[in-house]
């Protein structure tokens, strides 16, 4: 029995997340195990209009005794971008550490109208691991006029860092926000993504902008070229975050195998290019938010598409289910978490899916098509 909480958030995530639970329970019964859901209503807007609450205490003590969170999305057109993405989702992503953000950029099979002419599932199959605790993600920094002293902190489970700031303008108003990168959180990433190519085809690509951001980005390649040192099987490259996303699109994109972006923020914007690549959002891959060591949050890449929100019609196989299957995988369920991604794949071939690849089911009755699949696969 395992025990996953699962949290819908806005926009049609608890609609996605739905359809994805009954394909994980199908997957269950296939592969004889039980999945004991536990939902928790941190849905983000309404929750935050009512009671101005983001993430409580209570929340993060009750999520603390699961291994796994299954995620759908968190945004809503009533609340000023970032409050909740940053209150909820980046909040769970640093309280539980989750460093890795492990995100598959993979063509499945049965894909109709692949985006790269000539492209097909055999080439398009790369694996791109995120930086996901650091960067200019760790949210400091200020705006203001004239004279201002900030005592500014970063508190994470590996270290801490207090920047006591007295800045002094004579601008009409300034913002900085900091980025940090650090030897221990460049060196873990970097870990997973040669282990991770060790087990693939022996390459890893670096993302980054060290020609302009220096100081951040050359410790990441320091350590970047400390790591490859003791991989000689893994043929390296360092690539910027610009020309990478011409390559991505370039032939061949074959050519990358793993993709390691300390710039959590490059990480975030090449990944919605490698969904495209993969054949567009309806067919997103998923993102695993994962502490090899503790809790991992499983998620579809996209947003809360809060246009589509209760119609039934999102897309969810792909993504969410997709999720889903990474989350199996984790679980130490390898068989089922392929079984799900088959049966995926049988659904888009068969066009039994939502109408944006070409099917006419709606969001419940495609997860329910990709549910039974599991069962008959
Ligand atoms: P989005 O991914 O929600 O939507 C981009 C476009 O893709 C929209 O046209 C949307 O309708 C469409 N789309 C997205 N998912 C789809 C699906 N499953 N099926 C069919 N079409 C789909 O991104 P956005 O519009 O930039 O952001 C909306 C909100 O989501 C914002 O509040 C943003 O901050 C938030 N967001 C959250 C996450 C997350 O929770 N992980 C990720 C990205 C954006
Ligand atoms: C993603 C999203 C998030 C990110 C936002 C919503 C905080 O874009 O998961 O890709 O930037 O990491
Ligand atoms: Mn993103």
Do not use: C
């Not at 291994?67 to 909820?88: A, H, M, Q, T």
């Not at 995100?103 to 199959?125: C, Y």
């Not at 650091?134 to 508190?155: A, M, P, W």
């Amino acid at each position: 029995m395992y025990k996953v909480a699962a949290i819908g958030g806005d926009g049609i995530g608890p609609e996605i997340v739905d359809a994805g639970k009954v394909v994980l329970d199908a997957a269950g019964e296939k592969y004889g195990f039980d999945i004991d859901w536990t939902d928790f209503d941190i849905g983000g807007a309404d929750r935050y209009l009512e009671t101005g609450e983001l993430l409580t205490e209570e929340d993060l003590k009750a999520l603390d005794a699961f291994k796994s969170i299954y995620f759908g999305s968190i945004g809503d057109d009533r609340v000023r971008p970032g409050i909740l993405e940053k209150g909820i989702l980046l909040g769970l992503r640093f309280h539980f550490d989750q460093y890795i953000n492990l995100r598959p950029v993979r063509m499945l099979a049965g894909t109709r109208t692949p985006p790269l002419a000539g492209k097909g599932p055999d080439d398009i199959n790369f694996l791109v691991v995120r930086e996901n605790t650091e960067d200019f993600y760790v949210g400091i920094g200020s705006r203001f006029k004239g004279k201002e002293h900030r005592d500014l902190e970063v508190i994470r489970d590996i270290y801490s860092i207090k920047f006591g700031l007295d800045v002094e303008s004579d601008s009409e108003e300034i913002a900085y926000q900091i980025g940090v990168i650090s030897r221990e959180g460049s060196a873990r990433v970097m870990e997973y993504a040669f282990d991770a190519a060790m087990k693939r085809n022996h390459k890893v690509a670096s993302v980054d902008k060290a020609n302009v951001l220096s100081d951040v980005y050359g410790l990441w390649r320091d350590v970047f070229t400390e790591t490859a040192a003791r991989y000689p099987e893994v043929t390296t490259e360092f690539t910027f975050v610009d020309a990478i996303t011409m390559w991505f699109v370039k032939n061949p994109p074959e050519w990358f195998d793993v993709v390691v972006a300390p710039p959590n923020m490059f990480g975030d914007i090449i990944t919605d290019l490698g969904a495209m690549i993969q054949g567009g959002l309806g067919l997103a891959p998923p993102g695993g938010n994962i502490n090899p060591k503790g809790t991992s949050l499983f998620e579809p890449i996209h947003g809360s598409a809060p246009k589509y929100k209760g119609m039934n019609r999102a897309n969810p196989p792909i993504a969410t289910i997709w999720a889903g299957s990474l989350l199996l995988d984790d679980l130490g369920e390898p068989e089922a978490a392929a079984g799900v991604l088959a049966a995926i794949e049988q659904s888009i071939a068969a066009k039994q899916t939502t109408v944006d690849l070409g099917g006419s089911l709606g969001t419940r009755e495609a997860g329910a098509w990709i549910a039974d699949a599991v069962r008959n696969g």
